[in-house]
């Protein structure tokens, strides 16, 4: 179990202007921050990040997505990190989405569902690193 997660403010929530009450969400339930930017992906980033779908239907629609307004990628530090953001955003399906997580307040559809978050200890080291070099990390 790792203290550290990834997580990405996705193009539809920085758009509408969500950044900031999703960031302090983050961190009125504990989180800190430990790394952060503010980036538009390119298709080819976009790709890259999400090279684990390629073969999924819903790729392309993903990577067009990921790359139609900028994105704000931030790692994340708390006891029991992964888990406890995961329950933070609520799920996927913002139907299906605890009331009060972030999910339910600003996602508008399956795709479009404002915030990504790693679904494990490795995954957020390895999406961490996608994004943030040792010197960007605190």
């Not at 009060?100 to 508008?108: C, D, E, Q, V």
Request: glycine fraction near 8%; charged fraction near 25%.
């Amino acid at each position: 179990m790792s203290n550290r997660t990834f997580t990405m403010i996705k193009p539809d929530a920085t758009s509408k202007g969500h950044t900031g009450a999703i960031l302090d969400q983050m961190i009125k339930a504990g989180f800190s921050v430990k790394a952060m930017k503010w980036i538009q992906l390119s298709e080819a980033q976009a790709g890259a990040f999400y090279a684990v779908h390629k073969e999924r239907p819903f790729y392309g629609e993903l990577v067009e997505f990921m790359c139609s307004g900028p994105i704000v990628a931030a790692i994340l530090e708390k006891e029991n990190a992964v888990a406890d953001f995961r329950t933070l955003i609520g799920a996927t399906n913002f139907k299906d989405a605890a009331e009060g997580t972030i999910r339910k307040k600003y996602a508008t559809s399956i795709g479009e569902n404002a915030v990504h978050g790693s679904d494990s200890d490795e995954n957020a080291k390895i999406e961490a690193d996608f994004f943030f070099s040792g010197l960007e990390r605190f």
